[in-house]
């Protein structure tokens, strides 16, 4: 029987030690989020998760650069990581504030809509947009972690444009996120603790995927 090479061992124990200190990281430096979600209850706390959400932003640009450097064999993932929070907090924050903002107007006005006549029209709309306006989000954080010193308006034209004519990719980002939000709510702790990194790290890279007309063709390849 074949034994197992010394460097597969290292790089099985590498992609162990990147999830769960991505895991640990994301908890730390987007806990105010993480709190709030854990303790209350969404439907009545929905102000203040409007408000902790651009303070978590940065998290999941750290996550991506820690992602994109481990790719090209940097071991030190606190180091990547919060190499990547520094240089994207305050366009993450904007981003984060952004499409807060945008999914609370739609939501507030899904709400006033919904007993009108119109509203068979209007809901689906409104819904579309809410979206359109969280995969805009997603895909301009894994933009900004790739190109931290692009022009924000750039980002957010290339994320809008990009994710809503690269829909699939979107869609599978979603439905990972979707079953990582549903073993939020049932096991926190698992879905914190194990399937937090795998679940960002699909979304990174169908999102740097979906950015390909605007970066480096051979740095998305690598």
């Known amino acids: 029987m074949k034994r197992i090479s010394h460097d597969t061992w290292a790089t099985i124990l590498g992609v162990v030690y990147l999830g769960l200190m991505v895991n640990f990281l994301v908890l730390v430096t987007a806990a105010p989020l993480m709190v709030l979600l854990i303790t209350t209850d969404p439907v009545l706390s929905w102000p203040l998760l409007a408000l902790a959400v651009p303070l978590a932003a940065p998290a999941l640009t750290g996550a991506f650069a820690a992602f994109r450097e481990f790719g090209r ?36 006005d899904v709400r006033a809509v919904a007993a009108l006549p119109a509203s068979v029209v209007v809901v689906p709309v409104l819904a579309l947009l809410t979206v359109v306006a969280v995969a805009t989000a997603l895909v301009a954080l894994a933009a900004l972690a790739e190109a931290p010193q692009a022009r924000l308006r750039d980002i957010l034209k290339a994320a809008l444009y990009l994710s809503v004519r690269r829909w699939y990719l979107t869609a599978l980002s979603f439905a ?42 051979e740095e998305v390849r690598a």
Do not use: H
Not at 195 to 216: E, H, K
């Open 73 to 108: 064999g940097e071991p030190q993932v606190v180091r990547s990581f919060f190499r990547g929070w520094k240089a994207t907090w305050r366009k993450g924050m904007l981003i984060g504030a952004a499409a807060a903002a945008s999914v609370v107007v739609l939501l507030v």
């Open 176 to 217: 990972v996120l979707g079953v990582q939000l549903a073993l939020f709510t049932t096991m926190p702790a698992i879905a914190i603790g194990l399937t937090c990194a795998p679940a960002l790290y699909v979304a990174w890279a169908n999102s740097r995927y979906t950015l390909r007309p605007v970066l480096d063709l």
